[in-house]
């Protein structure tokens, strides 16, 4: 393929942050109707690079060129309107609006000067169609799930994007069929001619659908391979800058210990129905199901976020009653939450703040954790998990969105559970990460921890669990266990029920 | 919008319309035309003010510089008429610019410097007031035949009620406003930067821009609400409307938007502004209560609307829960 | 530690040093402090006299503010607090038990308000609202619309007396902050309060009970509040239901802002509010010894403040770090801030 | 005989309004006339909607203590249409005669040169240097009885205000702004001070002993109202003069309204209270006795 000139052209791109160097002297060069990936570790510089493009931070130099004029965009507006759609990591969209305003805030449809609304949400539902989705573009965006919310940024940063498009994890919420819609999508804007780029910690979407890739290392761009030519491994080593240890197997479980947690018709009215559970020390039970299922439900009403209205709990044989999180922390449960931005970090705190706070808040407020006490919890595990930081006391919302969740996980470590529930532990994580924690979590197994996992990632729940439940509807739909354990028999459990 | 988000509106209007048949079968003179027309009448620059403070309030931000601005436009003007022979029209349109370039400002103090809404305004209500003192300690009649005239304009329908024109003036502000704010751009972009103004930056609404404009706008209609008020009172006083600021902010949240911006209708502010006309007028009407008991008794209505609002809006959302829990299963 | 403070404090110390040099130079006195009739005597006494109600509010507000919130009863409260205590006294009660009452009753102010706002879920400027409104209603029917004198000589040593030569409100206010300040700091409140003020859910969900945190920091407020009411009661030897704290709420506010604490709740430093409040009693100080017409009294003290939040505003702020950073090692980042990411911001 | 009247009252920022709301209730329960009150808060707007009120309610006669002079017109002219008679209380305003019945006033003015009359008989010759405390800024209050005061001083060369600032009628800032008068002109430079009410002639007068000086001695105080802890203070030798002002203008009122309805005589449009000047020389015990209870 004879290469055209780039749309997209950056060169010596720099940022430099207080104490970190984010982007050093980066190129990308993007061309009509290709998807480029850009992979790299967490704190890579990924979204650093992105925000610098769009204008959205001020970059420390390097020049940016699109179709060969030399641009400079001082802000998200500016770009927009040069033809740069961009979708930035975690949902941005603005909840108190309705999704038809959403789609079209700063191009509605006009009609004599003024604002049809009409128009605006005959054509939402249309774009929306496109995306498979069929809801009523007139109601609150807050009212949908975070899966649907991240569609419709999609959709908005399609329809804005006249010459490149910028994706940033789009898919971390997204389930497979979602997904898969999204490739559609993308393939066809790339017979448009548009040049996309695509940031994900799934290699195998990177393979699916893209064509070239740019590995950025430490704020460096260590090289920009055609995908064709390359190997996962090879990309992976790339990315970490050493080879990643075989994948970890479906390790060996040894037997689970005493009976730790019994929940007998556990349910809330209008959130999740009831269900049976056990869960025994050093055992694993992962959460399936599609979007919606009711995982998430499942975990927060186990924790007490919600309380339920229903059913009886039992610990270690005694009753037990959990009508909010400080009741589930003083029986030694955790929960790291599926949403990090909204339920996980206080961003203006420092990380070792935020690592200590579920201790802290455990301990009472009159029994303070002295500051060199702080320093070596929070030492310990940004080592152990391989937090990557400027310092310990920078505001934890400074942080790379892969590390961010590396320390909630952190916060949760640091009180010792005897129950750990995770949902999503590895949404935003890189393939290293991936890895360890992974790891991590057989590792706690092994140590007797009992944990709840929730994962959309099947491969990776068939890894780790001891016993998959299985959701529907917010309704459990099946169980599987030992052997029964493979990614087809979820499937087919999720499945079954379809037809039935 | 949904009909969910328009539900604290109409919670508001059947507040006002309960309340207001409540009170006219206690005092039968309540029905009356001149209760209406005074309710439209002496709310009026109220009512302006409460158009201002909603945009800055949806826009999650706040003015506290209101009332300052009105006694202000009030001093001015009425220095004005007396020192030159300029015409009344010429003045409105110079005391204008004054306001809206003064509430421009303090947008762009609060936008380029990144300070609170709240501090900006606050020192703007000093400097606001400060500078009415300096205009004139005393109270300044304002006398001018074309005042007169537009004085002169009412209608006045049976029952001995008078419709003035500050009223149809508020009416026309209240049809504006919901026009800017729901068919406009700028309107959609006030919302914008409500729900969260760094998400609306990142997707393109100008900030800078809409912010100083939001102030810009209650900094003018402050100045229109001044205008109304030498109409209403023939005067220019330096110590008028002090604290107004705070009825308007009670009048928005009365409406159902919050403070927290991002939610809310400008029709829901009208219909705080005559709640808020209702208790008084109820207040009057009874004619018992001590000055203490006057002060305790509207802290009391503003509590119990508060409760019955957040109470209606439990009970809805909890419905609309369910409802989508169902949706989800069937 | 001490250091750090010493540094997060440092603007509002140089503004405090500038207003006290402009007071020296519309009154050379203003320095002067003499040993009168059993007292210290002169200007700063009284800017530190005069700023104990402020500094007394502050310190609760400054708590309030940190947890993303406002109080804007405290004026009223301060009135009613006075008129108890008042009402007490003259009804025959001993002192003691008259500041008591007085304290039961801000207390109480502060329970209400931090219901509405924690069980309630009222948003705070409204919640206090309603009692800023109801309140002051509520002390003028304790005294019945008059000023409520007393005479009772423990009474007003709070508030007019001396300990040890030194104006008793002084001990108060630097007592009570020291005493906030301290089980603040020495125990995990702090960071705790910080947290519930920057993301509540994920407060609640790491097993902070913000609830009861919520409502413990608007009845510290309430309380602080009840306290500059008995003294400003205490000073003029009776509780004037109508005036007592007019409008104080607005300079509570004023001085922690001016301490550079964000309205947005999180970080707070209770020393910085301190000395916010007693900024804002120097400009008074100023306006009192300039002698300028009255007329020009706001005008003046719009014009001061603005200054001052202008010099503070983050924006200023930066560049003038960059000033200076600049003829120092060379920090390599462009004047314009970066703006916040998406990430940064917490919720709305 | 069963009449109703609606009073607007400004509020109850003073001790001295309460009185007079205290003492209006007292009188119309005397005569057997309905009172429908109305606080104002302090807003004019307020006011206007109270007397829109009565108007709407049909009540048979409008008593208003006016917040400010100016912006009457339009709302008296509905209660003239209504036939409804509105009588001033305690301030004059600026509006056509006709549209209200009469004023019971005092003369503000006067009451100023009252205190000025005294203080330059007081001091005779002696060079005096006063300080001057004055009312909420832009209130009427405040500017008439500076001017009175001003006016009844100009003659006596040896009388000079070296210092004046705002003490917002009351105690508080009364003691506030005293303090730091003592202090920016010296004690013993101040030879006496006019307040324009008497809170804060109390206020300051607590300020003046923590500096350790005498009230009434070192420092002359006149003051105007007249309320009762002046008196106590006069009895006390801590101040030496207050101008009464009465608040009791509804009595006078409502003799005005009573002759009306019998009838139909008119009064003439200006009833003035008497400005009485009390010294330490009267019985300031007895007085302060006669009016603690009044509600001041
Ligand atoms: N405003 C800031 N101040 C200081 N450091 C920052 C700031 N923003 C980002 N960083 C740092 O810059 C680095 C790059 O962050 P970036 O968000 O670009 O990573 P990323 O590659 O997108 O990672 P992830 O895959 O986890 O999203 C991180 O180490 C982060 O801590
Ligand atoms: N199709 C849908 N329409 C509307 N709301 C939905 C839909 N699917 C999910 N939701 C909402 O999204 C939220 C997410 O559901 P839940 O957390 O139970 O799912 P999950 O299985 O954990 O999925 P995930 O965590 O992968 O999003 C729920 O509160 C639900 O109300
Ligand atoms: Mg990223
Ligand atoms: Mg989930």
């Given at each position: 393929?004879?290469?055209?000139e ?5 060169r010596?791109i ?22 480029h990936?850009l992979?790299?570790?967490?704190g890579a510089g990924?979204s650093t ?7 959205a ?5 390097g020049?940016?060129?699109?179709s060969?004029v030399?641009?400079d965009?001082?802000?998200p507006l500016?770009?927009q309107?040069?033809?740069i759609g961009?979708?930035?990591?975690e949902v941005?969209?603005?909840p108190n ?12 449809p006009m009609r004599?000067?003024m ?5 605006m949400k005959?054509?939402?539902?249309e774009?929306?169609?496109d995306?498979?989705?069929d809801i009523?573009?007139g ?8 899966a649907i919310?991240?569609i ?10 006249g010459?490149?498009?910028i994706?940033?994890e ?15 999508v993308?393939?066809r ?6 040049a996309?780029v695509?940031i994900t910690?799934?290699?195998?979407q990177?393979?699916?659908i ?6 950025l290392r430490?704020?460096?761009?260590v090289g920009?391979?055609?995908l ?5 491994t090879?990309?992976?080593?790339l990315?970490?800058?050493?080879q ?9 479980h040894?037997?689970?210990?005493e009976?730790?947690?019994?929940l007998?018709g556990f349910g809330?009215?209008g959130s999740i129905?009831p269900?049976d ?9 992962g ?8 995982r ?12 339920a209205?229903?059913g009886t709990?039992?610990?270690r044989?005694?009753?037990?009653r959990i009508t ?5 922390i003083r029986?030694r449960?955790?929960l790291c939450?599926e ?9 203006d ?7 200590i706070l579920?201790?802290q808040a455990r ?10 006490k ?13 937090i990557?930081?400027?310092s310990?006391d920078?505001?934890i919302?400074?942080l ?7 320390a909630?996980?952190?916060?949760w470590l640091?009180?010792?559970p ?12 890189d393939?290293g990460?991936?890895?360890?924690i992974i ?6 197994r092994e140590?007797?921890?009992a944990l709840?996992v929730?994962s ?5 729940l ?8 299985v959701l529907r ?9 030992g052997?029964e354990?493979?990614t087809?028999?979820i499937v087919?459990?999720?499945?079954a029920?379809?037809a039935? | 919008m ?5 539900l604290p509106?109409y ?5 006002f319309?309960?309340?207001?048949v ?6 039968p003179a309540?029905a009356s035309t001149?209760?209406?027309a005074?309710l ?13 403070m ?9 003015d506290?510089s209101?009332g300052?601005v009105i006694?202000?436009t ?10 030159t022979s300029?015409?009344p029209l010429?003045a409105f349109a ?5 306001t809206?370039g003064f509430g421009?400002?303090m947008?762009g103090?609060?936008?380029y410097l990144e300070m609170?809404?709240f501090i900006?305004?606050?020192a ?8 009415a003192?300096?205009l ?7 006398t001018?035949?074309f005042y007169?005239?537009l ?6 329908a ?7 024109l ?6 026309l502000t ?5 026009i ?5 751009r700028?309107?959609q972009?006030?919302y ?7 998400t609306a930056?990142?997707?393109g ?12 706008v209650s900094?003018?209609l402050?100045g229109?609400?001044?205008i109304?008020y030498?109409?209403?009172?023939s005067?220019?006083y330096?110590l008028?409307?002090v604290?107004?600021?705070?009825d308007?902010?009670?009048?928005v ?5 919050l403070?927290?911006?991002?939610s809310?209708f400008v ?6 502004i005559l709640i808020?006309?209702?208790?008084q007028t109820?207040?009057?009407?009874d ?11 509207i802290?009391g209505?503003?509590?119990?609307f ?6 209606l809006g439990w009970?809805t959302?909890a419905r609309?829960?369910l409802?989508?829990a169902?949706d989800?299963?069937? | ?7 997060r ?10 207003v006290l040099?402009?007071?020296?130079l ?5 320095f002067?402090i003499?040993f009168?009739?059993?007292r210290l ?5 009284d ?10 509010l ?8 940190a947890?993303r919130?406002i109080d ?6 301060m009135?009613?607090a ?6 007490a006294?003259v009804?025959g009660?001993h ?10 009753a ?10 509405l ?6 948003q705070p400027?409204v919640?206090?609202l309603?009692l800023m409104?109801a ?6 029917l304790?005294?019945?619309g ?9 009474l ?14 002084i001990?108060?206010w630097?007592?009570?902050a020291c ?6 700091r020495r ?15 994920s407060?609640?969900?790491?097993g902070i009970n913000a609830r009861?945190?919520l409502?413990?920091?608007?009845l510290v407020?309430?309380l602080?509040a009840?306290?500059?009411g ?5 000073d003029i030897?009776?509780a004037?239901a109508?005036?007592a704290g007019?409008?104080?709420e607005l300079?509570?506010?004023l001085a922690?802002?001016i ?7 999180g970080?707070?430093s209770i020393?910085?509010s301190?000395l916010?409040a007693l ?15 009255v ?17 503070q505003?983050?924006?200023v702020r930066h ?7 600049s ?9 314009k801030p970066?703006?916040r ?7 709305s | 005989?069963?009449?109703t ?5 400004i ?5 001295w309004r309460?009185a007079e709301t205290?003492v209006t209730?007292?009188q119309?329960?005397e005569r ?6 109305a ?5 004019q707007?307020?006011q ?5 009120g009565f ?7 409008i008593?208003?203590?006016p917040?400010?002079?100016t ?5 008296l002219?509905?209660?003239k249409d209504?036939d409804?008679p509105v009588?001033?209380?305690?301030r004059?305003i ?11 006033t ?5 009451e100023?040169?009252?205190?000025g009359?005294?203080?330059?008989e007081?001091v005779?010759?002696a060079?005096c240097p ?12 405040a500017?008439?009885?500076k001017k009175?005061f001003?006016?009844a001083i100009?003659a006596a060369?040896?009388?000079s205000?070296?210092r004046s600032?705002?003490?917002d009628?009351?105690?508080?800032q009364g003691?506030?702004v005293?303090?730091?008068?003592l202090k ?5 430079n101040i ?19 923590e ?7 070192d420092i ?12 106590l203070a006069?009895k006390?030798?801590?101040?030496n003069?207050?101008?009464?002002l009465t608040?009791?203008m509804?009595?006078?009122?409502f003799?005005?309204l ?5 009838d ?8 003035q209270?008497?400005?009485k ?5 009267d ?7 006669s009016?603690?209870d009044?509600?001041?």
């Amino acid at each position: 393929m004879a290469m055209p000139e780039p749309v997209l052209h950056a060169r010596g791109i720099s940022k430099f942050f207080p104490g970190a160097i984010a982007l050093d002297d980066v190129e990308l060069a993007l061309y009509p109707g290709e998807v480029h990936a850009l992979l790299g570790e967490n704190g890579a510089g990924k979204s650093t690079l992105i925000k610098c493009l769009t204008g959205a931070y001020t970059r420390d130099g390097g020049t940016i060129a699109l179709s060969g004029v030399e641009i400079d965009p001082r802000d998200p507006l500016d770009s927009q309107a040069l033809g740069i759609g961009t979708v930035y990591q975690e949902v941005n969209l603005l909840p108190n609006l309705t999704v038809a305003e959403n789609l079209f805030l700063g191009r509605q449809p006009m009609r004599w000067g003024m604002v049809d609304h009409r128009r605006m949400k005959r054509e939402a539902r249309e774009v929306l169609r496109d995306y498979g989705l069929d809801i009523d573009p007139g109601r609150l965006l807050d009212s949908y799930s975070i899966a649907i919310q991240q569609i419709v940024a999609i959709a908005r940063a399609v329809e804005l994007s006249g010459k490149v498009l910028i994706l940033d994890e789009p898919t971390a919420s997204l389930d497979h069929d979602e997904v898969k819609l999204l490739f559609s999508v993308i393939e066809r804007l790339k017979g448009r001619g548009l040049a996309i780029v695509f940031i994900t910690h799934f290699l195998d979407q990177v393979f699916a659908i893209s064509d070239r890739a740019t590995i950025l290392r430490n704020g460096r761009v260590v090289g920009t391979r055609r995908l064709a030519d390359v190997s996962q491994t090879e990309i992976v080593t790339l990315m970490l800058g050493r080879q990643l240890e075989a994948a970890t197997h479906h390790r060996a479980h040894s037997e689970p210990g005493e009976l730790l947690l019994s929940l007998k018709g556990f349910g809330k009215g209008g959130s999740i129905e009831p269900f049976d559970m056990e869960i025994r020390e050093g055992e694993v039970v992962g959460l399936a199901g599609l979007l919606g299922s009711g995982r998430s439900e499942t975990a927060n009403v186990v924790f007490g976020v919600v309380a339920a209205d229903q059913g009886t709990a039992e610990l270690r044989g005694r009753g037990l009653r959990i009508t909010n999180p400080r009741e589930a922390i003083r029986n030694r449960f955790a929960l790291c939450p599926e949403d990090r931005k909204t339920d996980g970090i206080v961003g203006d705190l420092s990380v070792r703040e935020n690592i200590i706070l579920s201790l802290q808040a455990r301990q009472g407020w009159h029994r303070p954790i002295p500051r060199a006490k702080a320093e070596e919890i929070a030492q310990h595990y940004v080592k152990a998990l391989d937090i990557r930081l400027a310092s310990l006391d920078m505001p934890i919302r400074l942080l790379s969105g892969g590390n961010q969740q590396k320390a909630l996980l952190a916060r949760w470590l640091a009180t010792e559970p005897e129950l750990l529930i995770l949902d999503e532990p590895t949404r935003g994580i890189d393939v290293g990460a991936h890895a360890e924690i992974i790891a991590l979590i057989e590792d706690l197994r092994e140590k007797g921890m009992a944990l709840i996992v929730a994962s959309s990632e099947m491969e990776e729940l068939v890894a780790y669990s001891s016993r998959i439940v299985v959701l529907r509807d917010r309704r459990q739909v099946g169980e599987l266990s030992g052997a029964e354990i493979s990614t087809k028999a979820i499937v087919e459990a999720i499945a079954a029920e379809d037809a039935a | 919008m949904s009909q969910s988000t328009k539900l604290p509106l109409y919670i508001t209007l059947a507040t006002f319309v309960l309340a207001f048949v409540l009170c006219a079968a206690q005092y039968p003179a309540m029905a009356s035309t001149r209760v209406v027309a005074n309710l439209l009448t002496d709310n009026a620059f109220l009512g302006i003010t409460a158009v201002g403070m909603t945009f800055v309030i949806l826009s999650g931000g706040i003015d506290l510089s209101v009332g300052s601005v009105i006694a202000f436009t009030g001093v001015f003007l009425a220095v004005i008429l007396r020192e030159t022979s300029i015409h009344p029209l010429v003045a409105f349109a110079l005391v204008l610019l004054i306001t809206t370039g003064f509430g421009a400002a303090m947008g762009g103090i609060i936008h380029y410097l990144e300070m609170p809404p709240f501090i900006v305004t606050l020192a703007g209500m000093f400097l606001m007031r400060g500078l009415a003192y300096v205009l004139s300690t005393e109270s300044v009649p304002i006398t001018h035949e074309f005042y007169d005239w537009l004085q002169s304009l009412y209608w006045k329908a049976p029952g001995g009620g008078r419709f003035r024109l500050t009223g149809a003036l508020m009416l026309l502000t209240y049809v504006a406003a919901m026009i800017v704010l729901h068919r406009t751009r700028f309107g959609q972009n006030v919302y914008a930067i409500g729900g969260s103004a760094q998400t609306a930056q990142l997707m393109g609404v100008p900030r800078a821009r809409t912010t100083i404009g939001i102030y810009a706008v209650s900094g003018g209609l402050a100045g229109l609400a001044g205008i109304v008020y030498t109409l209403y009172t023939s005067a220019g006083y330096s110590l008028a409307t002090v604290g107004v600021e705070l009825d308007a902010i009670a009048a928005v949240v009365i409406g159902g938007t919050l403070l927290t911006g991002g939610s809310g209708f400008v029709a829901g502010t009208f219909f705080g502004i005559l709640i808020m006309g209702l208790i008084q007028t109820y207040i009057v009407f009874d004619g018992t209560l001590s000055s203490w008991w006057t002060k305790i008794v509207i802290g009391g209505l503003l509590f119990a609307f508060i409760m019955l609002q957040k109470g209606l809006g439990w009970a809805t959302t909890a419905r609309i829960r369910l409802l989508t829990a169902s949706d989800a299963r069937s | 530690m001490m250091k750090s403070t010493l540094k997060r404090v440092m603007p509002q110390i140089i503004i405090l040093a500038l207003v006290l040099a402009a007071n020296v130079l519309v009154f050379p006195g203003f320095f002067n402090i003499e040993f009168q009739h059993g007292r210290l005597f002169g200007n700063l006494i009284d800017v530190l006299n005069r700023g104990a109600p402020t500094a007394l509010l502050a310190t609760g507000m400054t708590l309030v503010i940190a947890t993303r919130g406002i109080d804007l009863s405290v004026g009223a409260v301060m009135a009613i607090a006075g008129a108890v205590a008042a009402s007490a006294v003259v009804g025959g009660a001993h002192w003691t038990l008259a500041v008591l009452m007085a304290l039961a009753a801000g207390a109480a102010c502060g329970l209400w308000n931090g219901l509405l706002v924690a069980i309630f879920r009222i948003q705070p400027i409204v919640a206090t609202l309603v009692l800023m409104v109801a309140g002051r209603g509520i002390a003028q029917l304790l005294t019945e619309g008059a000023i409520l004198t007393f005479n009772d000589p423990g009474l007003i040593r709070l508030g007019a007396g001396t300990i040890a030569a030194v104006p008793t409100p002084i001990w108060i206010w630097i007592a009570v902050a020291c005493a906030v300040g301290l089980v603040i700091r020495r125990s995990a409140l702090g960071l705790l309060i910080e947290a519930v003020g920057i993301n509540q859910t994920s407060s609640r969900l790491a097993g902070i009970n913000a609830r009861v945190l919520l409502i413990a920091v608007y009845l510290v407020s309430g309380l602080c509040a009840a306290l500059a009411g008995v003294i400003v009661a205490a000073d003029i030897k009776g509780a004037d239901a109508n005036n007592a704290g007019l409008w104080m709420e607005l300079d509570a506010i004023l001085a922690v802002v001016i301490g550079g604490n964000s309205l947005l709740g999180g970080r707070f430093s209770i020393t910085a509010s301190l000395l916010g409040a007693l900024i804002i009693q120097g400009v008074n100080s100023l306006i009192l010894l300039s002698g300028m017409p009255v007329e020009f009294n706001l005008v003046i003290k719009a014009l001061i403040i603005i200054a001052i939040l202008v010099i503070q505003s983050p924006r200023v702020r930066h560049s003038l770090y960059l000033l200076r950073a600049s003829t120092g090692p060379v920090l390599r980042e462009r004047p314009k801030p970066a703006p916040r990411t998406p990430q940064e911001e917490g919720q709305s | 005989e069963g009449e109703t009247v609606g009073f607007s009252q400004i509020g109850s920022e003073s001790g001295w309004r309460a009185a007079e709301t205290t003492v209006t209730k007292q009188q119309a329960e005397e005569r057997g006339i309905t009172l429908k009150f109305a606080d104002a808060q302090q807003k004019q707007e307020n006011q206007i909607k109270a007397i829109r009120g009565f108007v709407a309610q049909g009540v048979d006669a409008i008593l208003l203590a006016p917040v400010v002079a100016t912006g009457w017109e339009e709302v008296l002219e509905e209660a003239k249409d209504a036939d409804i008679p509105v009588i001033l209380l305690d301030r004059n305003i600026d509006a056509p005669e006709d549209l209200y019945m009469t004023a019971v006033t005092s003369d503000q003015v006067h009451e100023g040169m009252v205190a000025g009359n005294w203080l330059v008989e007081a001091v005779g010759d002696a060079e005096c240097p006063v300080v001057e405390l004055q009312g909420t800024t832009g209130s009427s209050p405040a500017i008439s009885r500076k001017k009175g005061f001003e006016e009844a001083i100009a003659a006596a060369d040896n009388i000079s205000i070296t210092r004046s600032q705002t003490g917002d009628f009351t105690r508080a800032q009364g003691k506030v702004v005293m303090e730091s008068f003592l202090k920016s002109e010296g004690g013993e430079n101040i030879c006496a001070l006019y307040a324009h009410n008497d809170d804060m002639a109390v206020g300051a007068i607590q300020a003046i002993k923590e500096a350790g000086l005498k009230p009434g001695e070192d420092i002359k105080i006149v003051s105007i109202d007249s309320v009762p802890d002046i008196h106590l203070a006069m009895k006390a030798g801590e101040a030496n003069a207050t101008v009464e002002l009465t608040p009791n203008m509804a009595g006078p009122a409502f003799d005005v309204l009573e002759a009306y309805w019998a009838d139909g005589t008119m009064p003439p449009k200006w009833i003035q209270t008497e400005s009485k000047l009390y010294t330490s020389d009267d019985d300031n015990a007895a007085i302060y006795e006669s009016k603690k209870d009044l509600g001041y």
